[in-house]
């Protein structure tokens, strides 16, 4: 399926739900509104509030702030993945001593962690920025520890015996094998990181896309509530297709589906 053809039928995918939405919350079936616009408001009503947060420039600065903290999160919570998941790969002893504590730590429920960060840090940015690392460092941590575990051995072994060294092994082996689960831990840890931060401002804070979805919640603007969602999901879109043109620069080595066709 060509590019075009596969993002036409995923925004009819999104016209659709719209369509069935305001459909739903303003037509009456059999005398009665399925969908009642004080619970579930209607697309007409949110597109409304999204216009006029950008119209009198009210969202930029709360934008901005939840940018910066989902952006420090991923790319603190990622770096820290990789290289702690590389160091655990590599030394089986260490990942048998600590594999207990960080099945314990990851157990922890992060919105019980939310609370003791803002204590620790202060109700600024950094509270949010510390539970958004918690999210994104074991997803990236684990995917990083298994690409690395899952090497070929016939490939090291040969490695080996052209006499590579193990500086050239890590470039040239490790690495390439663990980058196709790293980035799959990223695509996921984008969601992750922009989660964070938006808990942390929804829990405690003066600015930024949690605190307006907060704000709006304690009045029952529910318009306000799907808007600020729906900014929220198109900040993690355009967040994801950076990670995609990375990830296409980077695994361009990759062998695609259509390669081994005949």
């Known amino acids: 399926m060509s590019r075009p053809t596969l993002f036409a ?3 009819l995918v999104a ?17 009665k509104i399925l969908l009642p616009p004080f619970f579930f408001s209607n697309p007409f009503d949110v597109f409304s509030q999204i216009v006029k947060w950008f119209a009198s420039g009210v969202i930029w600065k709360h934008l901005g702030i939840t940018l ?7 790319v603190i919570g990622s770096l820290g993945g990789v290289l702690v998941g590389f160091w655990f790969a590599r030394q089986p002893l260490v990942a048998a001593v600590f594999d ?20 620790w840090l202060g109700l600024g940015i950094w509270s949010k920025v510390a539970l958004g690392v918690t999210l994104v460092f074991f997803i990236v941590f684990f995917n990083v520890y298994q690409g690395v575990k899952e090497v070929s051995r016939t490939v090291l072994d040969n490695g080996r015996m052209l006499g590579m060294s193990e500086r050239q092994l890590m470039q040239h082996v490790y690495w390439p094998s663990a980058l196709s689960w790293m980035f799959s831990s990223l695509h996921t840890s984008v969601g992750f990181a922009v989660v964070g931060a938006v808990v942390g401002e929804y829990l405690g804070s003066a600015a930024g896309l949690g605190y307006l979805i907060q704000q709006a919640e304690g009045v029952f603007d529910v318009a306000g509530v799907f808007a600020g969602m729906f900014v929220l999901s198109a900040f993690v879109i355009l967040i994801d297709f950076g990670v995609t043109l990375v990830e296409r620069r ?13």
């Open 68 to 74: 910066a903290e989902s952006i420090l999160a991923f």
């Open 9 to 11: 039928l995923q925004v």
């Open 250 to 262: 980077l695994l361009v080595w990759r062998p695609t589906a259509s390669d081994g066709r005949g």
């Open 100 to 119: 207990p504590y960080v099945k314990m730590v990851n157990a922890l429920p992060r919105v019980v962690l939310a609370p003791i960060f803002a204590l």
């Open 15 to 31: 016209v659709v739900g719209i369509v069935l939405w305001q459909v739903l919350s303003t037509v009456p079936v059999f005398g």
